[in-house]
């Protein structure tokens, strides 16, 4: 999977952006999300929860948001695994 990661907040955050097509299942998504900790707020156009000590807040076109977060590495790493269970 191939993201372009921007940085947001200054800086405190990183915006992963899938670069393929998406429309995830945000019902999916927002039981992935519950998976790994509490899911703040969710609608059909995104999913916030509280995760590993950050924010991530996940949008059906394959964006993926966390903050606070400053490795690029770990975003699309993150955002990998998020997704393709989402996917799977």
């Not at 992963?16 to 509490?38: F, H, Y």
Request: proline share 2%; with cysteine.
């Amino acid at each position: 999977m191939r993201f372009q990661i921007t940085r947001l907040c200054g800086g405190k955050a990183l915006m992963c952006t899938s670069r393929d097509i998406m429309s995830l299942d945000m019902e999916k998504a927002r039981d992935v999300l519950e998976s790994r900790g509490e899911v703040k707020s969710f609608d059909e156009m995104m999913a916030v929860s509280q995760w590993n000590e950050m924010e991530v807040t996940l949008y059906p076109q394959g964006k993926v948001m966390f903050f606070p977060l400053s490795d690029k590495d770990k975003a699309v790493e993150y955002a990998t695994e998020i997704i393709s269970e989402i996917q799977g």
